[in-house]
Nanobody, 120 residues
């Protein structure tokens, strides 16, 4: 059974840090790009970080660049999102996604999400 399970969310004060984990099972993550998205109430889901299959290339939007760091450990089938200097506007449900293109077909999997709340 294919699964992506996020963990590490919670309540944190502004300026604090959290580390999210995304554990994959039921498939081999080595050939997948791993990404983190977030969705705040009333807003569309947005990409916050991605990392290629080798772990050498990462991508971030300006809103989190310099504060968030994505990484992966293929041996553990796990991706991580280190979030520092958290702001109120980082409050959202954070989702993990694994995606690859095989024979012209997009194969993607999503986790169920983990809540991150930044509040004083």
């Amino acid at each position: 059974q294919v699964q992506l399970v996020e963990s590490g969310g919670g309540l944190v004060q502004p300026g604090g840090s959290l580390r999210l984990s995304c554990a994959a099972s039921g498939f081999t993550v080595n050939s997948y790009t791993m990404s983190w998205y977030r969705q705040a109430p009333g807003k569309e889901r947005e990409l916050v970080a991605s990392i290629d299959s080798s772990g050498e290339r990462t991508n971030y939007p300006d809103s989190v660049k310099g504060r968030f760091t994505i990484s992966r450990d293929n041996a553990k089938s796990t991706a991580y999102l280190q979030m520092n200097s958290l702001k109120l506007e980082d409050t959202a449900v954070y989702y993990c996604k694994a995606v690859k293109i095989e024979w012209g077909r997009v194969i993607d999997y999503w986790g169920q999400g983990t809540q991150v709340t930044v509040s004083s």
